[in-house]
């Protein structure tokens, strides 16, 4: 199974992620019981990748994890040589990817900047990736990170993802507005128009409404919802189902796919306010912390002793961090998952992985990669 998975991306993707196993993973019915067994079958992932990969084909991010300081420690250690030319030669991974604490505790993050710079390990890297970081004040912290990074590596891209558009739509939510208070610096999400009644409304989607939950919503227009003055999508363009149609919903798929189209608009535009907004110093909207962050990452790289201006910060640092931190963190990300509610049940495969044998390739076309042996 290894080598179809390495083939498929090799094929299909200009940039993929080792197959690594996050340290949460003890959290879940995987057979996984330890950190250290989670970071031995990454490392044996990339192993296998690291021998069988074609250079170029698909350039890899090297995942790191990590549940507080020591574990962070020795899951980079035991992993960075996979990124080091000097090791792997042209089959090196090219790019980073931030999981763990490594992309929501800040303490740790600017840590392993000055690590990973003072190995050597930003130098001919494509790529710096944070996964499931997206709110506001992240955009601004990760950008005053990226604008050092690039005075090292003027190649290197700084990038986080989301699955909020997404996942908040299955829930009947849409992004109504943005707000820039130091107080509520977020989007902000609120149940959408939703109702089998509106089959016959054509009115702008975007007109306000009181919802199910006996608040009024007036959702900013985008380009998705309001193209031009002129032109708009209907609440009937929306809300397509009447009371004839079976379900418990008055959204078809293709519903779906435009409140989510919006909430992707919405969030990129907060994005791009938020760093506007933070590169003004705009202490009435951004919340002061997130300023102050932008001035203690500049003063971190250009320190001659930047772990001692890391720790001079820690409280600010550990302040501006999920988790809330005083020193390690205080809940799993199996926890978070379950708190936002937008994941009920994840159920994991039940049984302890076997570490696959290797079989050495023959040449063969991309499809039957794929056919069972």
């Known amino acids: 199974m290894h080598i179809k998975i390495l083939k498929w991306l090799e094929h299909t993707a200009d940039w993929s992620m080792i197959l690594d196993v996050p340290s949460f993973s003890i959290h879940f019915d995987t057979g996984l019981k330890t950190f250290k067994e989670c970071l031995e079958y990454t490392c044996h992932n990339n192993d296998f990748f690291m021998e069988w990969r074609t250079p170029g084909a698909t350039k890899f991010l090297n995942v790191l994890q990590g549940n507080d300081l020591k574990t962070a420690d020795q899951w980079y250690d035991a992993v960075k040589g996979y990124s080091d030319p000097k090791v792997h030669g042209e089959k090196a991974f090219e790019g980073w990817a931030m999981g763990g604490e490594n992309m929501r505790w800040w303490y740790l993050i600017l840590y392993r900047m000055i690590k990973m710079r003072d190995d050597g390990l930003l130098e001919n890297k494509d790529w710096l990736h944070f996964l499931g970081t997206s709110?506001?004040?992240?955009?601004?912290?990760?950008?005053?990170?990226?604008?050092?990074?690039?005075?090292?590596?003027?190649?290197?891209?700084?990038?986080?993802?989301?699955?909020?558009?997404?996942?908040?739509?299955?829930?009947?939510?849409?992004?109504?507005?943005?707000?820039?208070?130091?107080?509520?610096?977020?989007?902000?999400m609120e149940a959408a128009k939703d109702d089998k009644t509106f089959v016959t409304d054509s009115r702008p989607f975007t007109t306000p409404f009181v919802?199910?939950?006996?608040?009024?919503?007036?959702?900013?227009?985008?380009?998705?919802?309001?193209?031009?003055?002129?032109?708009?999508?209907?609440?009937?363009?929306?809300?397509?189902?009447?009371?004839?149609?079976?379900?418990?919903?008055?959204w078809d798929s293709l519903s779906y796919v435009l409140i989510m189209a919006h909430n992707v608009y919405q969030h990129i535009t907060a994005v791009q306010e938020a760093n506007r907004l933070g590169d003004a110093r705009d202490f009435k909207k951004v919340p002061a912390n997130v300023i102050e962050f932008i001035d203690v990452t500049n003063e971190v790289f250009q320190s001659e002793k930047p772990m001692e201006v890391i720790e001079q910060h820690k409280g600010l640092l550990n302040e501006l961090s999920v988790a809330k931190f005083s020193g390690a963190p205080r809940r799993n990300m199996l926890e978070e998952f379950h708190e936002t509610g937008l994941v009920d049940h994840m159920p994991g495969p039940g049984k302890k992985l076997d570490k696959p044998a290797q079989k050495e390739l023959s040449s063969s076309t991309f499809g039957n990669l794929f056919e069972e042996a």
């Open 211 to 250: 919802n199910k939950e006996g608040k009024t919503v007036s959702m900013e227009k985008s380009i998705i919802m309001h193209p031009t003055e002129d032109t708009f999508l209907k609440t009937n363009d929306i809300c397509v189902r009447g009371t004839d149609f079976e379900s418990k919903t008055s």
């Open 135 to 188: 709110h506001l004040q992240a955009a601004i912290q990760l950008t005053a990170i990226k604008r050092n990074l690039v005075k090292i590596n003027p190649e290197l891209e700084v990038s986080f993802d989301s699955a909020s558009a997404f996942m908040s739509v299955a829930k009947g939510l849409c992004y109504e507005h943005n707000s820039y208070t130091p107080k509520r610096f977020t989007f902000v």
